[in-house]
C-alpha cells in the first residue's frame, strides 16, 4: 500500500494520494479530497502505460477548479431544477450554484469535501462520508461511502453505498474525463464511442434541465447505438447540440432487466484501449468536455477543449422533479447501493 501527501488546501488542509493496483499493470491514484480518481494507468497496445483520465498535480488545484476532474459526485449528481426538492409534502431549499438551479449537489457537495479512509488493501480502497442533516439543504443525517477496486480483468470498479435517517435523494456518479490515447494527447473527436440506448432526454435550453421528454435517437447526432467517432456529428446543425456547445447529454439506456449490463464502449483511435462501462444505473451522461479549453492539468499539461469526454452513470437529471422519470428517492433506513465497471482491454 502506498500514499503520499498531496498539498494542502487554502484552508490548509492537507491531502493524501492514495495508490492502488491489480497487480497486471493497473494502478490508479485517488486522493481523499472529493473521493477523487487523479490517475488511471493501464497498457496501450503496445504494452506502453497510458494515464486514461484527466487531472492535477495537487489538490489546491483541485480545490479551485469547477471541472469536478474525477470526483464522487453526490448527494445528488447533475441538475437539479430551481435548486428545489419535494419530499412528501416538504420543501427543501438547496443552493443555487448553476444560474438558478442546483449542479452536482451545490458547492459544498461530496466532491468538495474531505472523506475518511474506511479501508485500504493493495488493490481496493473505501472512502467514507458523514453528511449531517440539511447539508446542502438535503434531508436526513447521511452516511455514505465509495469504493475503488482494480481487478485482476483489467476494471475500475466503483461501488456506492448510502444510508440516510429520512428519506432523501441518493445519486452519485464518478466524474472522471477520459481520454484513451492519453491525458496528454489532445482531444477524442476521433475516439469510437458506442452507447446501448435508443433514446435521450433533451434539454430546454442552455441550462440544461430537461424537458421531461425520452426523445428516439435515430435520425439525430445523438445516435450511438452503431460505434462512430465522437467528432463525427459533434458540430452538426440541431439546436440540442448548440445549447452546450457540444454533447452534454443524459441517454436513457436499453436495459433487458435489474443488474449490471453494458451501457458503453469507447476505444481510443490511436493507443487501441478499449473501455467498457458496465452498470446497474438506468442513465448515462455523456457530456464531450466542452468548457475545459485552457485548465493546466497534471505535468503542466493544457488541456483542450474536447479533451476528454464523461460517461456517468445516474439517475436521469432532474429526475426528483420530472414525474415522467424514474425517482432517485430512497426512504429511510434503506440502503442505496449502486455499482459500475470500467473495462479496459486492447480493441
Partial sequence: MDNRQFGTTAEGTQATLYTIENGCGMRAQVTDFGATVVSLIVKDKAGKDTDVVLGYDDVASYQKQACYFGATVGRNCNRIADAKIVIDGVTYELEANDNENNLHSGSKGSSERFWKVKDYTDSRITFQLEDAHLTQGYPGNATMEVTYELTPENELAISYHAVSDKKTVFNFTNHAYYNLNGHASGDILGHTLQINASGYTPVKDAKAIPTGEVAPVEGTPFDFRKA????????ADHVQL????????????????????????????KSGIRMEVITDCIGIQLYTANFIGGQQGKGGITYPNNGAMCLETQFFPNSINEPNFVSPLTDAGVPYESKTVYRFSIA
Avoid at 228 to 235: A, C, E, L
Avoid at 248 to 269: I, K, P, Q, S, W
Fill in 228 to 235: 462512430k467517432p465522437v467528432g463525427q456529428d459533434i458540430r
Fill in 242 to 269: 448548440s445549447y452546450g456547445n457540444g454533447y452534454d447529454h443524459n441517454f436513457a439506456l436499453d436495459r433487458g432487466g435489474v443488474g449490471m449490463e453494458t451501457a458503453a464502449v469507447a476505444c481510443g483511435e
